[in-house]
T-cell receptor
Framework: TQLLEQSPQFLSIQEGENLTVYCNSS?????LQWYRQEPGEGPVLLVT?????EVKKLKRLTFQFGDARKDSSLHITAAQPGDTGLYLC?????????????FGRGTQLTVWP | EPEVTQTPSHQVTQMGQEVILRCVPI?????FYWYRQILGQKVEFLVS????????KSEIFDDQFSVERPDGSNFTLKIRSTKLEDSAMYFC???????????????FGDGTRLSIL
């Protein structure tokens, strides 16, 4: 079993602040996907990072994949109330034949106006 | 934008009964998955499916579980004799291409909440 640990588990901040959430593992993954999940809905893909050291930007969100492809971070600049949600990271198992994803427990972000 | 649809959104079933959860993957996708999420816990992989065969299954996916693609559009998960611990959100996902292409995304449905009484 490949474990992904996300931290912090909960994060509550004011609008306009910056934040970083982390996704760590002792395992190497083929890629790492970040999802956002709203209550009562399924995970919605935000980004996939593939190459060690890769950085991807999605508006105010910056995603980075660790050099060793074991960890990743999500940085949000100038957070807005619309960023509130559960952020999940999921690693793609290198040995999987058809794309088995291992999920972290998630970071519940609340941004107050 | 095309999406994965799941029905029903909520299923309540007596323990020991059979339940079938239904999914319609995105139409040009060929690879299908079921995951589950017990309340307060991580999303967990159950099974992957391609070309009318199970490709991979987790230790959770025991003999009580089965999957089927009965026609060109539906993908189902059957639990033969439900247990209390089967209560969870069940998510279906699909992808256009699969691993080892690492950049391919899995698109998730909104889930079926299964409650076993």
């Amino acid at each position: 079993t490949q474990l992904l640990e996300q931290s912090p588990q909960f994060l509550s901040i004011q609008e306009g602040e910056n934040l970083t959430v982390y996704c760590n593992s002792s395992s190497v993954f083929s890629s790492l996907q970040w999802y956002r999940q709203e209550p009562g809905e399924g995970p919605v893909l935000l980004v996939t990072v593939v190459t060690g050291g890769e950085v991807k930007k999605l508006k105010r969100l910056t995603f980075q994949f660790g050099d060793a492809r074991k960890d990743s971070s999500l940085h949000i600049t100038a957070a807005q109330p619309g960023d509130t949600g559960l952020y999940l990271c999921a690693g793609l198992d290198r040995g999987s034949t058809l794309g088995r994803l291992y999920f972290g427990r998630g970071t519940q972000l609340t941004v107050w106006p | 934008e095309p999406e994965v649809t799941q029905t029903p959104s909520h299923q309540v079933t007596q323990m020991g009964q059979e339940v079938i959860l239904r999914c319609v993957p995105i139409s040009n996708h060929l690879y299908f998955y079921w995951y589950r999420q017990i309340l307060g816990q991580k999303v967990e992989f159950l099974v992957s499916f391609y070309n009318n065969e199970i490709s991979e299954k987790s230790e959770i996916f025991d003999d009580q579980f089965s999957v089927e693609r009965p026609d060109g559009s539906n993908f189902t998960l059957k639990i033969r004799s439900t247990k209390l611990e089967d209560s969870a959100m069940y998510f279906c996902a699909s992808s256009e291409v699969s691993a080892p292409t690492p950049n391919q995304p899995q698109h998730f449905g909104d889930g079926t909440r299964l409650s076993i009484l």
